[in-house]
């Protein structure tokens, strides 16, 4: 006598669909990662709210707390082509607003998503992208901790794990389209952009996959910026000591000097204080100084910044370069001077004693 009953039809039916074998473990997955959700959510819209609502400065060009700035501190450690297309923005205003208003729409967007469970493993995947995009302009700072490291591998990770898991069947306004819109859940796209079961082969090698990816991403760029893998603690751009390149070095006979200067390393809470400059010739002597009060004197003309936000500027004991800053410095002479044709070299003192030179050519007359 064989027995028919729905409950044995329905276990039946489970066995042979390895899709509908794992409706539970779906749920159970999308459970788990509930906490992961939430807070990857929360962490998106409050960087998108933040801007919208309760800081709008970081959306206004003319504020101090504009974002522009920021994105101009990451410019000397942003990484693979970033800090190019960063300095682009940057010489371009209206596009680097643009770009500032879809970043922020798009982390809002994948707040939103992931914290009511909306199309879940979507905004999963674009929360991928976002930490990736992070790591390569930000990863390299904090120079009391890695925080934005730690910050992007997490976000990478999560994602990942959200990618999997999906929404399940509590806090999931997928699980609610799916039951509303039943046709619409049907389509064998839907559980890959919303939520819903997978087959347990699928969800393995994903799983087993984005494992990999997470640790490798993680111990990758925590090595390739900060060192400390398999050598010692060295970072590929110092984000606790300021440092100022100079280049392109122009000096008259009668002692006047122009050259770039850039601030491409250091904190970002705090710039790189000049408060003297000099010049030195072949044998070591000094042949041209500028203190401190001359340099806080100097005229907007003769510290021309390249970028809007990042800046050299004048300070009560010399100038201050940001974190970013770059600028074309013309220092003029301070008096009957003839230099004579040789190889002399430009230091400027910081505050803190440090010294950052670089080699110029007085030529023949």
């Not at 409050?46 to 060009?61: F, H, M, N, W």
């Not at 994602?159 to 049907?186: E, N, Q, T, Y």
């Not at 990816?213 to 910026?225: H, R, T």
């Not at 970002?268 to 400059?277: E, H, L, N, S």
Request: charged share 10%.
């Amino acid at each position: 006598m064989s027995d028919s009953s729905p409950t044995t039809r329905e276990t039946t039916a489970a066995a042979a669909d390895p899709t509908m074998r794992n409706i539970d473990m779906w749920t159970l997955l999308g459970l788990t990662m509930l906490g992961v959700r939430l807070v990857q959510g929360w962490v998106y819209w409050g960087g998108a709210s933040r801007r919208l609502i309760y800081s709008v400065g970081k959306l206004d060009p003319s504020s101090s707390a504009y974002m522009g700035h920021k994105m101009n501190t990451a410019i000397p450690g942003a990484i693979f082509g970033t800090g190019d297309a960063l300095s682009a923005l940057l010489h371009h205003p209206t596009l680097l607003y643009g770009a500032i208003i879809i970043f922020t729409l798009v982390e809002l967007l994948v707040g939103l998503g992931l914290v009511f469970g909306f199309m879940t493993r979507f905004f999963g995947l674009i929360s991928v992208g976002l930490a990736i995009s992070l790591m390569l302009m930000f990863g390299w700072l904090g120079s009391t901790c890695v925080d934005e490291w730690t910050m992007a591998s997490n976000s990478f990770a999560m994602g990942l794990g959200i990618m999997i898991a999906g929404g399940g069947s509590w806090w999931s306004l997928d699980h609610w389209v799916a039951k509303k819109f039943p046709r619409l859940a049907r389509h064998a796209w839907f559980p890959w952009i919303f939520s819903g079961p997978l087959p347990v082969v699928v969800v393995t090698r994903f799983a087993k996959l984005f494992g990999i990816f997470a640790i490798v991403f993680a111990v990758g760029f925590y090595s390739y910026l900060r060192g400390a893998v398999y050598s010692p603690l060295v970072a590929r751009t110092n984000p606790k000591n300021h440092h100022i390149a100079l280049s392109k070095p122009v000096l008259s006979s009668s002692g006047n000097l122009s050259l770039v200067a850039y601030v491409d390393a250091g904190p970002d809470t705090q710039g790189a204080y000049v408060i003297q400059a000099s010049i030195v010739d072949a044998s070591g002597h000094v042949v041209e100084t500028w203190g401190g009060k001359v340099l806080s004197e100097l005229a907007k003309t003769e510290l021309s910044n390249e970028y809007s936000y990042s800046l050299f500027k004048p300070t009560k004991y010399g100038f201050v370069g940001a974190l970013g800053a770059r600028a074309t410095i013309s220092l003029p002479h301070q008096g009957l001077l003839t230099l004579a044709p040789g190889n002399y070299r430009a230091i400027f003192l910081g505050i803190d004693g440090k010294q950052w030179k670089t080699q110029v050519v007085v030529g023949m007359q």
